[in-house]
């Protein structure tokens, strides 16, 4: 949440600073702002909005420079609130949350000093101010080892126009070396085109960039570190002629869940996590989000084919449940950034308990590979939309892998031959998926909405809801379908709009029945099955027929028309999918 950039080099920095920001305008889009350092001065920019709204107002000449694209998190979204944070001599803009601020603002603000805005952030310019003795770096050290929380920094000083500073803790920074001088951003795509090296600060690092050179220091003394070996995130890719990145990576779901899939039995690389597999006797998964719902389908699937016991805990509750670690527990941590405070803090927990850690997730250089004992990467490409799509295909693609290798390797077989059937079964639920875009026009002006299902169809449910709720902001929730009995039923009237999935065979009769207790209140079934017998029932409203597949893999399919119903009930309702309100991309507070 939040992107930030810097510049410092031989070209003008507005039109290079502005460039990255809408390359990480997914982190945040509530504000943004630039400064440009040009003959000792420092020129600022700020605009409440998306970036687009600086084009046109940047000072162009100086050839240093920062900016920060915003999401909210201390004080509303405003241009007073927006950064770069001036203060005396320089000019900071943050990511991340420091929890130490009140004090720290309460003792600037005891010396006299004013603040300008509402954010946490601003307090970092003031200490800066405040250690300043003619060395920057040294100020910035001394700042650091006040601030309590995550940051990612990247700082101005006007006594130093040949110098660009930058600091790390919990939020993820890099620095790139490109013919054109030396960059600074919060992701790599930020870089993409501009660098011939990249490097990731740790925790705890700062670093100066000066029109020649880079350097990296940690505890005041200069480190050496080792460039990034970047091959699969390149540039931020195009719409592909798409209206909505979403709509664009719905249709790599195909290919994204193809080259996710993983034989982990032949594969050389995962000879040590297989040893480890064999010795895994109880599986914990954390996630947030999306990512928690590929938690859940894999509970399913590996206690059903492995019978192997697995719970799955959301991220940020994990580290108040005081988690338990035996011998043989494994905890594997699913994120498509990487980048998720509350996963990074639960995996991190978890090792420090005594866990084997392996990280799931669609960047290969991201925090929380860093803290992992292994990797399981998902190929599903670079993911624009802030509404995930193709990455949680790709996610159940490699966590179902995981669960028949962990059948196979307690001879249980493994149904591989089912799942190098599904990017092709993929293909073509996505064409029929195209098919609910009138029920998303009826259901555009509901109240709320419901989806249900038993089994595996329950973790559908819970995507289908989370994906309509966030891009649609129609309120909606996703429940077993047994549990509608027990409260939410009362919530049913003539027209609520209800997602009933179908597709474990043994529990349809089941399903059919709280879907029979929809109708008779008047509610509308949207029915999603594998299984056609159900489609013509009285109580049908509209249906999705998907092809069958082994039926504890279903998610992975039965998902693909609810993303579709929620795009399409988000243009509806004339929001845009691809920017949701609120909403960023990458998690990066806790
Ligand atoms: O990058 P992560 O997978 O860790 O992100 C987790 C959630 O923030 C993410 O899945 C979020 O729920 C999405 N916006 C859902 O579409």
Redesign the pocket.
Known sequence: MCGIVGYIGKAPAAPILLDGLKKLEYRGYDSAGVAVLHEGKLSVVRKKGRVKELEGCLEPTGSVGIGHTRWATHGEPSERNAHPHVYGKFAVVHNGILENYHALKRECEERGEEFLSETDSETVAHLLSFYYEGDALSALQKTTARLKGSYALAVLCTDHPDSLFLAREKSPLIAGVGEEGLYAASDVPALAGKCHLLYSLSDGELAELTRKSLRFFRGGEEIEKLPLCVETMGDIPEKGGYAHYMRKEMGEIGSAIANSLVDFASEERFFDFNRVLCQTEYIQIV?????YHSGIAAKYAIESLARIPVDVTVASEYRYCDPIIRAGTLVIA???????AD?IAAARLAKERGATVAAVTNVPYSSLTEISDFVLETRAGREIG???TK?FNAQLALLYSLAAELARTRGRGGNFQALRLIPALSERVLSEAEGIKNFALGIAGAKSAYFIGRGADYCAALEGS??LK?ISYLPSEGYPAGELKHGTLALIEKGTPVVAILTQSALAEKTMNSVSEVYARGGKVLLVTSLPEYTDRKEVEESILLPRCEEVFSPILSVIPLQMLAYYTALARGNDPDKPRN?A???TVE
Do not use: F
């Open positions: 996630a947030c989000g999306t990512a699913v994120s498509q950034s990487g980048e998720t996963t802030v509404a995930a990455s989370l994906k966030e909403l991309k990458s998690v």
